[in-house]
């Protein structure tokens, strides 16, 4: 059997326009619902806080993970024949059950300020990221290797996780990403 793998990074040779768009297969393969803007007005959707508009993005929501989660490929299978009624489409879940303000909410905290993960939350989750995940994700890629440097000097790895959840219990999600990481 012939498989592809296509890569949630992988782009199309000379351009800068990816192969596989994740947001559409996960709502395809009914593993999350792709919310998009163009339901909406573009008067509704603008940031007007920074007097712009842009071109929006939709988002995906997992009914039991909310925002906490992530597609990183494909499978396409090359030689698979299906024949009609050898595989049905799962329905996808709505987690915000059509309700358009929720919709609008979660496209603005998506388009405006992924960065603080809000978006992630509009929903109450099953389980999301450990702070330790949530440090990594939160910082730009060029200075994940210094992160990685930091939790390289913890005696174990039962000491770096103790540090992370102490650490975290104590501080709002906003405060600790201002003070660790200049975000806000």
């Known amino acids: 059997m012939e498989v592809d793998v296509i890569k ?18 996960a ?19 603008h940031d007007a806080d920074k007097g712009f508009k842009k071109n929006l993005m939709g988002v995906c929501l997992h009914p039991r993970y909310g925002g906490w989660f992530a597609m ?7 030689d698979a024949i299906l024949e009609e009624g050898d595989i049905c489409m799962k329905r996808v879940a709505d987690p915000l059950n059509g309700d358009m303000a929720k919709i609008l909410d979660v496209l ?4 405006f300020n992924w960065k603080d993960s809000r978006y992630r939350d509009v929903i109450p989750v099953e389980d ?5 995940q949530r440090e990594y994700f939160d910082l730009e890629p060029r200075y994940r290797k210094s992160l990685i440097k930091k939790w390289l000097t913890f005696a174990n790895l039962e000491k770096l996780v103790e540090f992370y959840q102490n650490d975290y219990k104590e501080k709002s999600r906003k405060d600790y990403l ?7």
Do not use: W
Not at 128 to 132: A, E, I, R, T
Not at 178 to 184: G, H, L, Q, R, T
């Open 27 to 45: 709502h395809v393969s009914g593993a999350a619902h792709f919310y998009d803007p163009k339901n909406f007005d573009d008067n509704l959707i």
């Open 72 to 78: 990183r490929a494909v499978f396409v299978f090359k």
């Open 128 to 132: 999301s990221y450990s702070p330790l």
């Open 108 to 111: 603005k905290k998506f388009n």
């Open 178 to 184: 201002s003070k660790n990481f200049f975000i806000f």
């Open 8 to 25: 949630d990074y992988e782009m199309v040779p000379g351009t800068r326009r990816p192969k596989i768009i994740m947001q559409t297969c």
